[in-house]
C-alpha cells in the first residue's frame, strides 16, 4: 500500500508487478496486480493511443498529358572503397514517365529537392517550352 500511494501509484500495474519482483522478491503476475489495483480504485485510466501516420488512400487521379503530375524518387547505394553512402534524387513525370532532373550526392535532404525543382531546365520543362527539345539534347545541357 506505501509503494501505491508514493512513487507506484504514477506507474502503471506492469511497472509496478516489476518493483514487487524487484524490491521485495514477490512473485506475482501482471494480471492480478491489475485486478487487485481495480478493487481498490487506484487503477489509471488507459491511454489513447495515437495512430502512428495519416491512413489515406491515395487519390486516383486523370492525367491527360504531360507536365500534369510529377513524382520524387530516392534511392541510394553504398560505396565500398570510401565506405559511405550516396543518394540519387529523381524528378519525373507521371504521364510520359520522363525522368525530368537528377541529383546525385552525399545527401538527399528537402533542400536538395527545392532547389532541383528551382533550376531553371526543371523549370522550362514544367512549363511546356521543352516538350520539342530531344532527351539528348537536355542531358547534354545539363552541368553536371
Not at 25 to 36: E, F, H, Q
Not at 50 to 64: D, E, F, L, M, S
Not at 110 to 123: D, G, K, R, T
Request: aromatic share 10%; with cysteine.
Amino acid at each position: 500500500m506505501n509503494l501505491i500511494e508514493g512513487e507506484g501509484y504514477a506507474c502503471g500495474y506492469l511497472k509496478l508487478t516489476k518493483v514487487l519482483w524487484r524490491k521485495y522478491a514477490l512473485c506475482i503476475n501482471k494480471k492480478k496486480v491489475y485486478r487487485l489495483r481495480k478493487l481498490m480504485g487506484v487503477l489509471r485510466p488507459q491511454r489513447k493511443l495515437k495512430p502512428r501516420r495519416p491512413r489515406k488512400v491515395a487519390r486516383n487521379r486523370q492525367i491527360t498529358g504531360a507536365n500534369q503530375l510529377g513524382e520524387a524518387d530516392v534511392k541510394y547505394g553504398y560505396v565500398h572503397g570510401e565506405k559511405r553512402f550516396f543518394f540519387v534524387t529523381s524528378m519525373l513525370d507521371v504521364y510520359d514517365k520522363f525522368a525530368i532532373h537528377n541529383h546525385i550526392g552525399l545527401t538527399a535532404t528537402s533542400e536538395h529537392s527545392i532547389l532541383a525543382v528551382q533550376e531553371p531546365e526543371f523549370l522550362t520543362f514544367s512549363r511546356g517550352r521543352c516538350a520539342n527539345m530531344s532527351l539528348i539534347s537536355l542531358i547534354l545541357s545539363h552541368p553536371d
